[in-house]
């Protein structure tokens, strides 16, 4: 199999995965699509390297979590920046709202955060793998796993404020 | 109450669904592989060109960059071009061309737009060079590859831009699924094609949602070329229609974005190829009978306005001045990053630029991170209010900013922050400052040369601040992360 053809079956393989990866990186459909085909083809242009390496999708991962940062930074504008809704009581719409306001705190969170919970709790991958990918040391995945999720934590307890807005460069 | 990465998987779960990229995901990362390709070898020609001193290219820009958009506006004419025909010296990096097919050879062209469609050698040679364009764009695209159809051969338009002509060639597969359109250059009836083909998709749907649309008879197609070094707007609408330009707001010194009186673009036959300035991303709406078909800014593809036609950020010199007249201890390195972070806001939603800097506060929490409170000055007199703070080395944070009017930076107080930490800098008459809690509670708080940033405190939410003077008379009140006007970004 040419490389061509080892390419356009990864991509048509895998591209709905990192798709999906990417937006929950990001927050907008559009610009994960962007992200996505950005991560392509960079390990397009080192495509014999990239396989010899032995993990297309580690590598196209590790571009598109290592390029959402300058992402985020000229799409912030697109960013989801907003007030985390009150507790619902408990009903079916209490559990919706409490999915909605767990979201927009991940979309508040700052991006590295956001990746290493996407990477932890959609890709489930290692912390090894994880701190791999983003280039730092397992202990730091471990406590901005920790720092996250207790974010995540105040918001499901209640214990957040509504105007508690962060935006966030890195 | 459930942890919070039980719930997170289920969020994450749902909000992905079984969500499939809308394009075709393989050809797009081909094609702007291929562009990047081009873009470098052209770079390397035009360098070549530098330094053999030896053919007189206008510094054109346009066939070094994206040809479906202008890589670089340029704001002003250059002078006394010569030419606009782009030309590249042959060399071993050099794309080339497949040979040209004559024009008789392709589709017979009607319903051509533009003052040129009359002008048959003009029509002919935008036909003949945009498949050669096209083709060559196709051969550059590893396998599969799709195979044009050059029945659908379609020159959309040809039209005098400036001193140069400029064109659009659409073609689409055998199938008729996939679209490529390819920019045409040159001058009088000597045209080239320029840069990769764009516009390749393979859902319809994409096309819409981008605002571009080249199915059917009647086009709907917003985007901006370079010609001669100049940078135009390209608008192509249906029978019937009429289209604005919107162009950036602009701050008035009471902290009001006023929108510019959108103004009509002159469709001749549905075509309009105007001199455009992209700063601030110009918007066009295309309607028909009060309903928008399609709304576009004419930069949406485009990174941003190149440097040179940008306002100038603060420079360093007032970045010292402000950090030295700021009350308490702002950090230089934070306020410069907040500032050029903020100015990149102001020069990209507005037609405003920034005229000065003020730091308003500085001081670090408990945590010895920095903070500091900025104001960027518009020409109005207005501000842009932004705090800040960095909690690692190459990060920085804001949890509020906004604009404010001219006359309210000294008398203002400032409140913002969240569930750790809150920001307070208090206006220059005030003696002292509580924190109203939400259990009714207030907390002085003591500040440091104005300001200070404290925890926030535990089993209570901060609800808003008081200044009082030194006769105990409230003189400001201000809720949480309130008082100052939202602004774009």
């Not at chain 2, 071993?92 to 497949?98: E, M």
């Not at chain 2, 040179?308 to 007032?318: I, L």
């Not at chain 2, 107080?413 to 009714?440: E, I, M, N, Q, W």
């Not at chain 2, 509670?441 to 939410?461: C, F, H, K, W, Y």
Request: glycine share 10%; hydrophobic share 40%; aromatic share 6%.
């Amino acid at each position: 199999m040419g490389d061509d053809e080892g390419f356009h079956e990864f991509v048509s393989s895998r591209s709905p995965a990192l798709l999906r990866t990417a937006y929950l990186l990001l927050g907008d459909w559009e610009l994960a699509e962007d992200l996505v085909q950005t991560a392509l083809v960079k390990a397009y242009q080192h495509w014999g390297r990239v396989i010899g390496a032995g993990s297309p999708e580690a590598y196209v991962r590790k571009i598109m979590v290592n390029e959402r940062r300058s992402w985020w930074r000229r799409h912030r504008d697109r960013e989801v920046v907003g007030a985390v809704p009150e507790r619902a009581g408990p009903d079916e719409s209490a559990a919706l709202a409490e999915r909605d306001a767990v979201w927009r705190a991940v979309l508040e969170l700052p991006p590295r955060t956001r990746a290493v919970l996407v990477l932890r709790f959609w890709e489930d991958l290692s912390e090894a793998d994880i701190a791999e990918t983003l280039g730092c040391s397992i202990g730091t995945v471990k406590s901005t796993t920790s720092r996250g999720l207790r974010r995540l934590q105040q918001v499901l307890d209640g214990n957040v404020l509504a105007s508690d807005r962060r935006e966030v460069q890195e | 109450m459930r942890p919070a990465d039980e719930v997170l998987r289920e969020v994450f779960a749902e909000r992905v669904g079984e969500r499939t990229p809308a394009t075709d995901m393989y050809h797009a990362v081909l094609v702007r592989h291929r562009r990047h390709r081009r873009r470098t070898m052209i770079g390397a020609a035009l360098a070549a060109v530098v330094v053999l001193g030896g053919v007189a290219v206008v510094a054109t820009g346009v066939r070094g960059g994206d040809r479906s958009l202008p890589a670089t506006p340029t704001p002003t004419r250059p002078a006394a071009p010569t030419t606009c025909i782009p030309t590249i010296p042959p060399g071993p990096d050099t794309p080339t061309l497949p040979p040209a097919v004559p024009a008789d050879q392709l589709p017979a062209q009607s319903g051509v737009r533009g003052s040129l469609a009359g002008d048959q050698a003009v029509v002919d040679a935008a036909l003949v060079a945009g498949w050669q364009g096209l083709r060559d764009s196709n051969a550059q695209l590893p396998a599969p590859r799709k195979k044009l159809d050059p029945a659908s051969l379609r020159v959309r338009f040809v039209e005098r831009a400036g001193t140069g002509t400029l064109a659009l060639v659409t073609a689409a597969d055998e199938a008729g699924s996939w679209q490529a359109a390819q920019w045409v250059e040159g001058q009088g009836r000597t045209l080239v094609p320029v840069g990769g083909s764009s516009g390749i998709t393979s859902s319809l749907d994409f096309e819409r949602r981008s605002g571009q649309l080249f199915y059917g008879t009647d086009p709907l197609y917003i985007s901006a070329a370079q010609v001669c070094g100049l940078t135009y707007g390209v608008v192509l609408a249906p029978a019937g229609t009429t289209a604005t330009l919107t162009g950036p707001p602009h701050v008035d010194a009471d902290a009001r974005l006023v929108p510019p009186a959108a103004r009509p673009v002159p469709l001749q036959n549905g075509l309009a190829v105007f001199p455009a300035d992209l700063r601030g991303g110009p918007t066009v709406a295309i309607s028909r009978d009060g309903t928008v078909l399609g709304r576009r800014a004419l930069n949406a593809e485009l990174e941003y306005a190149s440097p040179g036609s940008r306002p100038a950020p603060p420079s360093a010199e007032q970045i010292d001045a402000a950090v030295r007249d700021g009350r308490g201890s702002p950090d230089r390195t934070l306020v410069e990053r907040i500032v050029g972070w903020r100015f990149d806001s102001v020069d990209r939603s507005t037609n405003d630029g920034v005229t000065g800097v003020r730091v308003l506060w500085g001081g670090r929490d408990r945590g010895g991170h920095p903070w500091v409170l900025v104001a960027l000055r518009l020409p109005s007199g207005a501000w842009y209010v932004s705090d800040g703070f960095s909690e690692q080395s190459n990060g920085f944070s804001s949890t509020n900013s906004g604009l404010l009017a001219a006359d309210r930076l000294d008398d203002t107080l400032f409140v913002s922050g969240g569930a750790r930490d809150v920001l307070l800098v208090a206006p220059k008459a005030a003696a002292r400052v509580g924190l109203v809690l939400s259990t009714g509670e207030e907390v002085p708080v003591q500040l440091t040369d104005g300001g200070a940033v404290i925890p926030s405190p535990n089993g209570a939410r901060p609800l808003r601040a008081r200044a009082y003077d030194a006769n105990g008379r409230v003189i400001a009140s201000q809720a949480l992360n309130d008082g100052l006007i939202p602004f774009g970004h």
